[in-house]
């Protein structure tokens, strides 16, 4: 299984920008960082836990969610095994605990959004507060 670890969240006022990251290690199914899929999610108090974003394995592809697009914008580095989420614009309905997971996608990026609640690992999260 790989491993994430979250970090770089806060407190930030409305209209500020965090970034943050995720550092990866171990493999899935043999697979090591670099040929996964990567996604962020995040949940906010008393929600479920919703998809942010996604990047495929080689970054050749994207996908937003409808609430971040325009102001989100992940990517990864994967000579470091590691993904970033750049948030821009933030809005007080941003505050959430932002998670990151890896997987082996056969399909496309959308199989993050409909196999988020089969995965059985995720990491500790970390904390974003957007304050109006």
């Known amino acids: 299984q790989v491993q994430v670890v979250e970090s770089g969240g806060g407190l930030v006022q409305s209209g500020g920008s965090l970034r943050l990251s995720c550092a990866a290690s171990?493999?899935?199914?043999?697979?090591?960082?670099?040929?996964?899929?990567v996604a962020w999610f995040r949940q906010a108090p008393g929600k479920t836990r919703e998809f942010v974003a996604a990047m495929s394995w080689n970054a050749g592809t994207t996908l937003y969610a409808d609430s971040v697009k325009g102001r989100f914008a992940i990517s990864r580095d994967n000579a470091n095994n590691k993904a970033y989420l750049q948030m821009d614009t933030l809005r007080p309905e941003d505050t959430a605990v932002y998670y990151c997971?890896?997987?082996?996608?056969?399909?496309?990026?959308?199989?993050?959004?409909?196999?988020?609640?089969?995965?059985?690992?995720w990491g500790q999260g970390t904390q974003v507060t957007v304050s109006s």
């Open positions: 997971n890896t997987d082996f996608i056969r399909g496309g990026l959308t199989d993050f959004e409909e196999r988020q609640n089969e995965y059985v690992y």
């Open positions: 171990g493999r899935t199914s043999g697979r090591t960082f670099s040929s996964l899929g």
